[in-house]
């Protein structure tokens, strides 16, 4: 939305893909997190099994919103103070803490799965 608004040039633009790239990591994380704490089993005939739950979908917004703000934030600011720098450092520092981030997610993930293998075989099914 904000690319398609005016026109912001390359450095917006690859900030912006950053920061949303970031974000996305970071949700992609979470959702492995509470995918193995609350597992779901899917039926391929029933319609309702295939909607996702209530919880992830609260929690996906909560994260979003959480990440969302500062990086507005960031925008807001540069166009402010005219550092047209910030944004893109900002989104690459982002970036590069939503992969450390990831990877502490998938560590607590797989963790937690190894601990409680048994139970969520017998939830899925497996």
Do not use: C
Request: proline residues 3%; without cysteine.
């Amino acid at each position: 939305v904000v690319v398609g608004m005016g026109d912001l040039g390359l450095t917006m633009f690859f900030s912006i893909t950053a920061a949303f790239l970031g974000i996305l990591i970071i949700l992609l994380g979470a959702g492995n997190v509470i995918s193995v704490y609350w597992p779901k089993r899917i039926e391929p005939t029933q319609m309702t099994s295939r909607i996702v739950s209530q919880a992830a979908a609260l929690a996906a917004l909560l994260i979003t919103m959480a990440l969302a703000v500062p990086s507005g934030l960031v925008v807001l600011a540069a166009w402010y103070w005219h550092l047209d720098w910030l944004p893109l450092v900002a989104g690459l520092v982002g970036l590069a803490a939503s992969l450390k981030v990831y990877s502490w997610l998938l560590t607590w993930a797989t963790r937690h799965a190894d601990n409680h293998l048994e139970e969520l075989a017998g939830t899925l099914g497996v």
